[in-house]
């Protein structure tokens, strides 16, 4: 192998070590930026008012999106806020989720 080209080969190979790195970051960094379900590619159904803390009263977009958890699979509507996804209590109600802090676990069933 030539030594340009050897130097073009690990260049790539550094290149994929940063992004490797760096993947997580960078990733939050666009989905704050641009919001996670624009990142997804959900399409928009409509606008929803949400309630936040004090009186205030925002409209957030509305997205539909294929949700897969628990043995349960389904099209749901996500309220986007920021870089965050809100589900509704039609689907949160629905389930059963047990968190165990100091083991760092979470387990969903369907009820």
Known sequence: MSTRR????????ESMR??????ERLLR?????????ETLGLPQIGEVAVHEVGDAVRRV?????ELKAAG?????E???IGGE?????????AWIVMLDGPRQTMRVKWD
């Open 78 to 80: 996500v309220a986007g």
């Open 72 to 76: 349960w699979r389904g099209i749901v």
């Open 85 to 93: 996804s809100l589900l509704g209590r039609d689907v949160l109600n």
């Open 18 to 23: 940063w992004f490797e790195a760096n993947r």
């Open 61 to 65: 977009p509305v997205y539909a999106a």
């Open 6 to 13: 050897k130097g073009r080969v690990q260049g790539l190979a």
């Open 29 to 37: 960094r666009y989905r704050d930026q641009y919001g996670l379900p």
